[in-house]
């Protein structure tokens, strides 16, 4: 079975600042990880995957993680936030012995101050 | 760029009645699914379908849940007697033969 916690519901910030989004996974096989945005009256859009390639990843919009098995972690960073960043951030783990089924987090809602 | 896209993006309908939700998947994908967002909740997974058939389902899709393909291109969900519980943001999503899913705008389910 997997899982993916996702620490703070919510988060705040600066325009300008550093945007951190948490994810903590739980795998009893290799992960795929991935983390989606989800902008108001949208759908789901994948922001960026690790797939056991390297274990830095660049999305879009700025937006890059760094899997760390040691810390069972997938932590999703911007260094300078947009108003344009304002919205629901889902972390997601998969595996290929489970069809690739995705397994979700409770969502982070980014807000971002002018 | 090829997306997934749902039909209707949102119906109000009324308890017991039935609702089928419609998605054209991108049309080299060979997997499909179906998962729902209740209002505040996780994003939940509901069913896969792989060569016609259902590959796996949810504890939540039961008998009054149905996939079909039946023209090779829509792909529908449909909830036979639709109860208030059932409200939600439903979402289509395919894969191809890779490991990354693909999502629709999502269908907005409100049951009154």
């Known amino acids: 079975a997997q899982s993916v916690t996702q620490l703070g519901s919510h988060v705040s910030v600066s325009e300008g600042a550093l945007v951190l989004l948490r994810c903590n996974y739980s795998?009893?096989?290799?992960?795929?990880l991935f983390w989606y945005v989800q902008y108001p009256n949208q759908g789901l859009q994948l922001l960026l995957k690790?797939?056991?390639?390297?274990?830095l990843v660049k999305g879009i919009n700025g937006f890059e993680a760094e899997f760390k098995k040691s810390e069972t972690s997938f932590h999703l960073t911007k260094p300078s936030a947009h108003m344009s960043d304002a919205a629901e951030y889902f972390c997601?783990?998969?595996?290929?012995?489970?069809?690739?089924?995705?397994?979700f987090g409770a969502g982070t809602t980014v807000t971002v101050r002018a | 760029e090829p997306e997934v896209t749902q039909t209707p993006s949102h119906q109000v309908t009324q308890m017991g009645q039935e609702v089928i939700l419609r998605c054209v998947p991108i049309?080299?994908?060979?997997?499909f699914y179906w998962y729902r967002q209740i209002l505040g909740q996780k994003v939940e997974f509901l069913v896969s379908?792989?060569?016609?058939?259902?590959?796996?389902k949810s504890e939540i899709f039961d008998d009054q849940f149905s996939v079909e393909r039946p023209d090779g291109s829509n792909f529908t969900l449909k909830i036979r007697s639709t109860k208030l519980e059932d409200s939600a943001m439903y979402f289509c999503?395919?894969?191809?033969?890779?490991?990354?899913?693909?999502f629709g705008e999502g269908s907005w389910l409100t049951v009154v």
């Open positions: 997601a783990v998969s595996a290929r012995s489970n069809d690739y089924k995705l397994s």
């Open positions: 795998s009893s096989v290799p992960p795929y």
């Open positions: 690790y797939t056991s390639a390297a274990t």
């Open positions: 049309s080299n994908h060979l997997y």
């Open positions: 379908f792989y060569n016609n058939e259902i590959s796996e």
């Open positions: 999503a395919g894969r191809a033969s890779g490991n990354t899913i693909y």
